[in-house]
């Protein structure tokens, strides 16, 4: 059983930062692969990045491409997400995910491992 836990959410001007973390407890994630996916209201939900278990490879949807940064401490268990230039659209809850295969997958069924959540909200 894997325990993931976000943070790093909260309220930031259009234009302003924030890095989120995701920290795993129960197993080791060096052999999973990494997602963060957003869901805001009304609107499914969606992968923003995804990373393979060595970091090797990684995925970003177009809306967030070049804005977005995912990362990866496997001594440390964590997963990051650092999130620059951000836009009102990225109002959004944040959940990370881990996956057994291990890859970039960006389907949510393939992620059998979640946080609870952390909220981003951009606003002036």
């Known amino acids: 059983q894997v325990r993931l836990v976000e943070s790093g959410g909260g309220l930031v001007q259009p234009g302003g930062s924030l890095r989120l973390s995701c920290a795993a407890s129960?197993?080791?994630?060096?052999?999973?692969?990494m997602g963060w996916f957003r869901q805001a209201p009304e609107k499914e939900r969606e992968c923003v990045a995804a990373i393979s278990w060595s970091g090797g490879r990684t995925y970003y949807a177009d809306a967030v491409k070049g804005r977005f940064t995912i990362s990866r401490d496997n001594a440390k268990n964590t997963v990051f997400l650092q999130m620059n230039s951000l836009k009102p659209e990225d109002t959004a809850v944040y959940y990370c995910?881990?996956?057994?295969?291990?890859?970039?997958?960006?389907?949510?069924?393939?992620?059998?491992?979640w946080g609870q959540g952390t909220q981003v909200t951009v606003s002036s």
């Open positions: 129960g197993r080791t994630l060096s052999y999973y692969g």
């Open positions: 995910a881990a996956a057994y295969s291990g890859g970039t997958s960006q389907n949510p069924n393939e992620y059998p491992y």
